[in-house]
């Protein structure tokens, strides 16, 4: 799925020289979230902006999740045999750093499984707001505003971007965009990704995970100077 | 897509996805080395900072003339 940037005309743009950035990442993957608000970022303050394209993948970190949310700090006590205060203190660790970057974060939150946000975001991406469409859902997941994961929540979200609320039924309702959110992950395998969010640029720089923005930019400066 | 470079950027974390672990590399003090969303607290991990993700043919370094402060945004 590909996110183009709103496009003004500039001098990089009318010389039609572009630069695409694909992601793989998972709504419940906390580093995604930082690492797709500090991209955005990178990308809003490089001088070929207007000339940067997203393309956001699927990658499920844990296909086997109950599709019934559940508390995620139960989830990560339970997983690891920790206390609640203990797993409470690993997600302040995190939370920390979200919040430096001045990202909404709670370890209030719930996770499920992601199969279904993945077919919505492929469904966004046909209409060019997969990238919207996940800073949505990651921010109002991670604030502990809403349990995302549920259809509800999800069409909610969605339609709000523009999408019919019938057209998101419809595909949640049927198993449309399966193929490909299987096909992102089989990619992804073939790349050798172990890491999430994966950062490709130009289709042959690569940050296997979540960098600082200035990282993010140095690597758009590579990119672009190398085309 | 043909990846050929992986940039040597300090990561602050990245989620593992054999795993499913989360792990904070950030080394500031406020956050300091753990892993999240699963794992336990363990010490920071170079091996995994620095550990390639993704099949590469070739590693490049970056221009050492070339730093953030000189990059025209």
Same mark, same amino acid.
């Given at each position: 799925?590909?996110? *183009? ?19 793989? +990442?998972?709504?419940? /993957?906390?580093? /995604? ?10 990308? *809003? %303050? ?28 139960? @989830?990560? &006590? !339970? ?16 939370? !920390? ?9 709670? &370890?209030?939150?719930?996770? !499920?499984? +992601? ?8 469904? &966004?991406? %046909? ?6 469409? @996940? ?10 505003? !809403? ?11 969605? +339609? ?30 073939? @790349? ?13 720089? &690569?940050?296997?995970?979540?960098? %600082? ?15 | ?11 602050? =974390?990245?989620? $593992? ?13 406020? #956050? ?5 969303? =699963? ?7 170079? $091996?995994?900072?620095?550990?390639? #993700? #993704? ?19």
């Amino acid at each position: 799925m590909t996110i *183009a940037s709103s496009r003004r005309p500039t001098a990089d743009a009318s010389a039609d020289r572009q630069l695409q950035i694909d992601v793989w +990442s998972d709504l419940a /993957c906390p580093w /995604c979230y930082i690492g797709k608000n500090r991209l955005d970022r990178a990308i *809003a %303050s490089s001088p070929h902006a207007e000339a940067i394209s997203v393309r956001v993948h699927s990658y499920e970190l844990d296909p086997d999740m109950p599709h019934e949310a559940t508390p995620n700090l139960e @989830l990560v &006590a !339970a997983k690891y045999g920790l206390s609640p205060d203990q797993a409470e203190r690993m997600e302040d660790k995190v939370a !920390a750093i979200a919040h430096r970057d001045g990202l909404p974060f709670t &370890a209030d939150r719930v996770v !499920a499984n +992601s199969f279904d946000v993945h077919r919505v975001l492929h469904l &966004a991406g %046909s209409a060019g707001i997969a990238n919207e469409l @996940l800073g949505v859902l990651q921010r109002a997941l991670f604030s502990g505003q !809403a349990n995302v994961f549920d259809h509800a929540a999800l069409i909610e979200a969605t +339609s709000r971007l523009g999408i019919p609320r019938g057209r998101v039924e419809e595909v949640l309702s049927s198993d449309e965009y399966a193929d490909a959110v299987r096909a992102d992950e089989e990619q992804a395998r073939v @790349l050798g990704v172990t890491g999430v969010p994966f950062t490709v640029f130009d289709e042959r720089i &690569a940050i296997p995970g979540s960098t %600082s923005i200035g990282g993010f930019a140095d690597a758009i400066a590579q990119a672009w100077s190398s085309k | 897509m043909n990846i050929t470079q992986i940039v040597p950027a300090e990561l602050s =974390g990245f989620c $593992d996805v054999a795993t499913g672990e989360c792990i904070v590399v950030d080394a500031t003090p406020q #956050a300091d080395a753990d892993s999240h969303h =699963g794992g336990p607290v363990r010490p920071e991990e170079p $091996d995994k900072r620095s550990a390639p #993700a #993704a099949r590469v043919a070739q590693v490049v370094q970056p221009d050492p003339g070339r730093t953030r402060a000189n990059i025209a945004r």
